[in-house]
């Protein structure tokens, strides 16, 4: 069976952030929490006092470590990563791909690179969707 989810760019942007934030924490990755869009937002404009961040930090630290045995700054790998990680992975590598053509990012750029399948799940397609006739008539 196979899904059919018509986005648009903002909501493909946020797929791409969450799909690698998913992976990047079951890699045990915990500290990526921290770049979060909301955490960031409040850390930045002083809701969360940055006194606090060491603590979080030693927090998330203490955290990873007892619930994935590593140190601070390591983590497992996408290539030994479990398959629902590999699978969220594979899924951000087509669309950040789709994001870096559409938004004309240098040739170069990792980002437009050909996807590399980690899991045991075939790569999906993406592609942009025909202009919706309502979508057409909008200023």
């Known amino acids: 069976m196979s899904y059919k989810l018509i986005i648009n760019k903002e909501q493909a942007e946020i797929i791409c ?3 690698d934030l998913f992976s990047r924490i079951g890699c045990g990755q915990f500290e990526e929490i921290l770049r ?3 955490i960031e937002k409040d850390v930045m404009s002083g809701k969360v006092h940055n006194r606090y961040m ?5 927090t998330l630290d203490v955290v990873k470590g007892m619930l994935t045995g590593h140190p601070p700054g390591m983590s ?3 290539t030994m990563a479990d398959e ?12 950040r791909q789709r994001l870096a053509i559409d938004n004309n990012d240098p040739e170069h750029s990792i980002h437009r690179h050909e996807p590399k399948q980690w899991s045991e799940q075939p790569l999906p397609a993406i ?3 025909p ?4 979508e057409e008539n909008k200023p």
Not at 54 to 58: A, F, G, K, S, T
Not at 84 to 95: A, G, L, T
């Open 17 to 19: 952030k969450a799909l």
């Open 36 to 38: 979060h869009p909301t």
């Open 54 to 58: 060491p603590i979080v930090r030693e």
């Open 76 to 78: 497992t790998g996408i």
């Open 84 to 95: 629902p990680n590999r699978v969220s992975y594979d899924i951000f590598q087509i669309v």
């Open 127 to 129: 592609s942009i969707a």
């Open 131 to 134: 202009v919706a006739r309502d």
